[in-house]
T-cell receptor
Framework: DAKTTQPTSMDCAEGRAANLPCNHS???????VYWYRQIHSQGPQYIIH???NNETNEMASLIITEDRKSSTLILPHATLRDTAVYYC?????????????FGKGTHLIIQP | SQTIHQWPATLVQPVGSPLSLECTVE??????LYWYRQAAGRGLQLLFY??????ISSEVPQNLSASRSQDRQFILSSKKLLLSDSGFYLC?????????????FGAGTRLSVL
């Protein structure tokens, strides 16, 4: 799996869009970008994933650059409940049954 | 819909005591099952995964073992706990053979070894 780089922490005001960047410059053509988040003392939660097109669901939007070397997770209207550690993971879709590799992620703090 | 249950939620055990953590998935068949550990202030580390009954893969050598004697139940065990076994233990499942690498996590067990 390709390595990812994320900022250690970020702040965002409540009600504003939170934009979380992720660099994955060594991503392969068959690797997807997955985002999970972990609210304090809870298990990680899947948010969204994509290959090369931008994706949107009820939780967030994922913007992947044309060269696929970086991506941005967008929470359009952040709330206090979005305070969590966000993990960007690059992984071949399908692939083996082995587990996910979680890095240190970005600690997003939503300020009231 | 599918649900995943882990218990207990918290556990305090003395050094040298045995451990048994249970994870059960409902609403799906033959899932891939996983145990992760998160030590204080650190990231998640994959401990074991299983693709079926009796099939366990270990990611790191350690004082722990895992077993799967039923399709939707995954047990994490230790014969003698060490201080270093303290942490937040998470169970997860994934649809076997699924195209997407989406794992669903339980609420976790916080283990303190004293």
């Amino acid at each position: 799996d390709a390595k990812t780089t994320q900022p250690t922490s970020m702040d965002c005001a409540e009600g504003r869009a939170a934009n979380l960047p992720c660099n994955h410059s060594t991503i392969s053509g068959n690797e997807y970008v997955y985002w999970y988040r972990q609210i304090h003392s809870q298990g990680p939660q899947y948010i969204i994933h994509g290959l090369k097109n931008n994706e949107t669901n009820e939780m967030a939007s994922l913007i992947i650059t044309e060269d696929r070397k970086s991506s941005t997770l967008i929470l359009p209207h952040a709330t206090l409940r979005d305070t969590a550690v966000y993990y960007c993971i690059v992984r071949v879709s399908g692939g083996g049954a082995d587990g996910l590799t979680f890095g240190k992620g970005t600690h997003l703090i939503i300020q009231p | 819909s599918q649900t995943i249950h882990q218990w207990p939620a918290t556990l305090v055990q003395p050094v040298g005591s045995p451990l048994s953590l249970e994870c059960t998935v409902e609403g799906t068949s033959n899932p891939n099952l996983y145990w992760y550990r998160q030590a204080a202030g650190r990231g998640l580390q994959l401990l074991f995964y299983s693709v079926g009954i009796g099939q366990i893969s270990s990611e790191v050598p350690q004082n722990l073992s895992a077993s799967r004697s039923q399709d939707r139940q995954f047990i994490l065990s230790s014969k003698k706990l060490l201080l270093s076994d303290s942490g937040f233990y998470l169970c997860a499942w994934r649809l076997a053979g699924a195209d997407k690498n989406i794992q669903y996590f339980g609420a976790g067990t916080r283990l303190s070894v004293l």
